[in-house]
């Protein structure tokens, strides 16, 4: 009964069925490449990545990849092996696909918006794109200026101690363009903006660990005073910057 209805599903129904099976993959791995672009992106231009990573859709599509896998296998499994059903394979197929796009639908619902000051800074005239800088040029001197400049207004002003600062904003501080500073900070301080940012906020808070002032603050409360805004983001970068953890520090230096 089996083969007999396999071999009077129409022609173009299999192929759209073939289509759907290829597809679906395609978009799965396009999705993990912009995934990772976009990480790239929000560390060049946030100090704190929380609720701005997508970890959530991250995780949901490598979820939907998995199943799919396993969907497409056991639709395989039946088309050769005459195996399982055709309700079972095509109503799988199409109950993951409604499932995927209800819990995107769902979790975009609450996530707030990333990039939302790019166009509104006054005074910065970014019209002829983001932060690609490979077709900008910059003067040598205007490279040790602007890195001067960078430098003399971290040390001053301490711009990181504000936790949502973002390229922008310190672009916009220190009168420079955005992907000028961008440049800057990757080419010639070998960072991105989320790890130069975060190693000030490391030294800040190394220093106020022997400050009697913060005598009574605990080593997280530290932490916020010095522009973090989340403990696992103050203990990963703390980490990669000391190898040793806040405790350790904290003991090894009393």
Same mark, same amino acid.
């Given at each position: 009964?089996?083969?007999a209805r396999k071999i009077e599903l129409p022609f173009t129904y299999l192929i759209f069925l073939v289509i759907i099976a290829i597809s679906v993959p395609y978009y799965i791995l396009w999705s993990v490449r912009l995934l990772r ?9 946030? &100090? ?60 975009? $619902? ?16 970014? &019209? ?10 910059? /003067? ?17 002003? /301490? ?46 808070? $190394? ?24 403990? &696992? ?5 703390? /980490? ?9 520090? /904290?003991?090894?230096?009393?």
């Amino acid at each position: 009964m089996n083969a007999a209805r396999k071999i009077e599903l129409p022609f173009t129904y299999l192929i759209f069925l073939v289509i759907i099976a290829i597809s679906v993959p395609y978009y799965i791995l396009w999705s993990v490449r912009l995934l990772r672009n976009h990480r790239k992106n929000i560390t060049n231009t946030f &100090s704190a990545l929380e609720n701005r990573n997508l970890i959530w859709l991250r995780n949901l599509t490598v979820i939907m990849g998995i199943t799919w896998t396993i969907l497409v296998t056991i639709f395989f499994m039946h088309h050769v092996l005459l195996l399982f059903s055709d309700d079972f394979c095509i109503n799988g197929l199409f109950l993951t696909l409604s499932v995927f796009i209800i819990f995107v639908g769902y979790f975009g $619902m609450y996530q707030p918006a990333i990039f939302t000051s790019r166009d509104s800074l006054p005074g910065i005239d970014d &019209s002829k794109g983001s932060l690609r800088y490979s077709g900008s040029t910059l /003067k040598e001197e205007d490279i040790q200026k602007y890195l001067a400049t960078l430098y003399d207004y971290m040390r001053t002003n /301490k711009p990181y101690l504000n936790n949502e600062l973002t390229l922008y904003q310190l672009a916009e501080e220190v009168n420079i363009l955005p992907h000028y500073l961008s440049r800057i900070i990757n080419e010639f301080h070998h960072q991105n903006f989320f790890d130069y940012i975060n190693q000030y906020r490391v030294q800040e808070f $190394m220093a106020a660990v022997a400050d009697p002032k913060y005598k009574n603050y605990s080593l997280l409360g530290i932490a916020f005073e010095c522009g973090f805004n989340s403990k &696992s983001a103050f203990n990963r970068m703390f /980490k990669k910057s000391t190898g040793l953890t806040p405790s350790q520090f /904290k003991e090894a230096n009393s």
